[in-house]
C-alpha cells in the first residue's frame, strides 16, 4: 500500500482538529443498538483484560457512557472504528444501546486508525505492538524513522520493538504475557537454535534474572554452541594444530551477537580478518550502525579485521 494512502485515518489520532475520536465530543452522537455494531476488522489488539473489563461495565451502570464510539455505516449495519472496550463493557453492562459518533472511513483508514488508536493509548502488549508497527511499515510503507515520529517514541525502541517478532512463536507468548520483558527477551536474538531460545528463555523465568543477567545467559549458552563445521586446514598449521587466537576469536563472536542482538561470525584469514554481521532489513541495518557508532565501551582492541554487513 502507498504511503500516500495515509490520510484522515491517521489525523484522526494524531490530533487533527477537523477528525477523530479525541474529537467526538463536537459531533451530535447517535444513539446505535449494540447489536447492529461489529468489531473492526483490523483491530490488532487480541487480547482484552476481563476484570478490567467488568470494571469499566461498573463505571458504565453508574456513570453511563461519557465518550461516544466511532463507528462507520456497512450494508447491514455499522462496524466500530474506534471505542471497542467501551462496546465490549457496554454489553457486560446490559446496555442495549450505545452512544455513537457515525463517519465514513475506507478500509484503509479504519486499517490505520484500529493501529493507531491502540498503540497510542498503549492497549497493546510488546508483540502486538511489534506486528502493529510491521504492518504499518509494510502496508502503508512508513520507515522506522516515521513510525516513531508518529507514535511519539525512538526509532531504535521501534526497530528493537519489531525485532521481537523474530523470536520463537513460544518465546513471543511469553513477551505477549507479560512473563518475559522486552530486555529479558532480547538478547534471546543472538541464539541460534529453538531449542536455546525456549531454554534460555524459561530459566530467566525461572530465576526471575535481570535483562542483564539474560545478557550474561545467553553470552554463555552461545560460547556452548556446537562445533562448527571444519575449515580446511591451512598447508602450514601451528604445532599444537590449534588456532592460538580461536578461543578468543569465539568469546569476541558471543559477545558481539548479545551486544547487537543478531547473527555475528567471525572469519579468520592469513592476511586479514572478517566479521559478519547479518542484518534483515535496512532500518535493522541502520539499528546495527547506530549502536556501533554510539557505543563507548570497546567490545575489545585485541582483533582486528575486516567489518562486513
Known amino acids: 500500500m502507498n504511503k500516500r494512502g495515509l490520510g484522515r485515518g491517521l489525523d484522526a489520532l494524531f490530533g487533527s482538529p477537523n477528525t477523530g475520536d479525541a474529537n467526538v465530543h463536537n459531533e451530535q452522537p447517535n444513539e446505535i443498538a449494540i447489536k447492529d455494531i461489529v468489531p473492526n476488522q483490523h483491530q490488532p489488539r487480541r487480547d482484552f483484560d476481563e476484570e478490567a473489563l467488568a470494571e469499566l461495565a461498573q463505571s458504565i451502570k453508574q456513570h453511563g457512557i461519557i465518550q461516544p464510539v466511532v463507528v462507520r455505516k456497512t450494508l447491514s449495519g ?32 479504519m486499517m490505520e486508525i484500529a493501529l493507531i488508536e491502540n498503540l497510542q493509548r498503549r ?58 520483558t522486552m530486555g529479558q527477551a532480547r538478547p534471546l536474538l543472538a541464539l541460534e537454535t529453538v531449542e536455546m531460545q525456549l531454554d534460555a528463555a524459561n530459566q530467566i523465568i525461572e530465576e526471575d534474572l535481570s ?36 578461543f578468543f576469536m569465539n568469546e569476541f563472536e558471543d559477545r558481539l551477537k548479545v551486544i547487537l542482538g543478531t547473527q555475528v561470525r567471525i572469519k579468520p584469514g592469513k592476511m586479514k580478518s572478517k566479521i559478519e554481521i547479518e542484518y534483515y532489513s535496512p532500518e535493522d541495518l541502520e539499528r546495527i550502525m547506530e549502536m556501533l557508532s554510539t557505543r563507548q565501551e570497546p567490545v575489545s582492541s585485541k582483533f582486528r579485521g575486516q567489518l562486513v554487513v
Request: hydrophobic share 40%; net charge neutral; proline share 6%.
Open 211 to 246: 535483562a542483564r543477567d539474560a545478557e550474561e545467559l545467553v553470552r554463555r549458552l552461545a560460547a556452548r554452541r556446537p562445533a562448527k563445521k571444519a575449515e580446511p586446514k591451512p598447508s602450514v598449521e601451528p604445532e599444537n594444530g590449534d588456532d592460538p587466537n580461536q
Open 123 to 180: 492497549n497493546l502488549n510488546m508483540i502486538e505492538e511489534a506486528m502493529a508497527f510491521r504492518r504499518l511499515m509494510e502496508e502503508f510503507g512508513l520507515t522506522q524513522e516515521e513510525v516513531a515520529q508518529r507514535i511519539g517514541r525512538s526509532r531504535s525502541m521501534i526497530a528493537n520493538i519489531v525485532r521481537l517478532l523474530n523470536l520463537h512463536p513460544e518465546v513471543q507468548d511469553f513477551v505477549s504475557r507479560g512473563t518475559l
Open 78 to 109: 455499522y462496524e466500530l472504528v474506534a471505542g471497542e472496550r467501551r462496546w465490549r463493557a457496554s454489553q457486560l453492562a446490559g446496555l442495549k444501546q450505545i452512544p455513537a459518533v457515525v463517519r465514513d472511513y475506507t478500509d484503509a483508514e
